[in-house]
């Protein structure tokens, strides 16, 4: 009897555990449209200034798994925009914008309602464009920034807010400088089982998010001429995670 007893404590610790523990990996895909200003500059006087506004569509890829839940995460994702350009509507004037990272994330242990992260991250990034009257390709390189989310009222919510922000520190490629800021609604499709934050994010979930970044680069290398480059985007993204 006291055997029987214990296993059915065991199975109900075991599903128990299971209910409140979010699986150790997600996928998050968003699509969209962003408004993109793209600025170059170069130290020649024969090279005219770029400067162009693009309005197109936006894909985002995300996959996240726990190594070691929930203080140590691997992260791997891209993005792509300009695969269906709004405008303008000069071929010579439009351009894809792509970009693609793995990386490892280390949980800094703060609140409930902050989850601050320390990240080191490999990056792509690459323009396709006609002819190669612009833009810069195939940029690799290695970043350290912070990752800092703000959940606000808490993760009890039904619909659950947060702003977010991520800023450069250190990176060894051409003076690289990429930051985002925006806020991100999640609506859960399942209970979300008092998930502490910030794991309730691997619920299954609608996703909207708005969002700002500015990637500048510096290129400077022998032989070649110094170029500046900004990428600015501004957008709007529903998404599904899962």
Do not use: C
Request: charged share 20%; no cysteine; proline share 5%.
């Amino acid at each position: 009897m006291k055997r029987s007893v214990l296993f059915l404590l065991f199975i109900y610790s075991a599903f128990s555990y299971a209910a409140v523990n979010p699986p150790r990996w997600r996928f998050e895909y968003n699509y969209g449209k962003v408004k993109t200003e793209y600025h170059e500059e170069q130290l020649s006087i024969i090279f005219d200034k770029k400067e162009i506004k693009q309005t197109a569509d936006f894909h985002q890829f995300i996959y996240q798994y726990y190594l070691l839940p929930p203080w140590l995460d691997f992260s791997i994702g891209g993005n792509i925009t300009g695969l269906q350009v709004d405008e303008p509507s000069e071929e010579d004037q439009q351009f894809q914008y792509l970009t693609a990272f793995a990386n490892i994330g280390i949980q800094i242990p703060f609140s409930d309602y902050w989850n601050v992260k320390l990240v080191t991250e490999s990056f792509y990034t690459s323009m396709i464009v006609e002819d190669d009257k612009f833009g810069f390709k195939n940029l690799r390189g290695t970043q350290i920034y912070p990752e800092i989310e703000w959940l606000p009222f808490g993760s009890d919510m039904f619909i659950q807010i947060s702003p977010y922000l991520k800023f450069p520190i250190w990176s060894d490629t051409g003076a690289r400088k990429e930051t985002t800021i925006g806020i991100k609604l999640n609506i859960p499709i399942r209970s979300p089982n008092q998930m502490r934050f910030p794991t309730f994010a691997y619920n299954t979930s609608f996703v909207l998010k708005f969002f700002y970044t500015n990637m500048s680069l510096d290129f400077e290398k022998k032989g070649f001429i110094s170029s500046e480059f900004e990428v600015r985007q501004y957008g709007l993204l529903f998404g599904m995670n899962f």
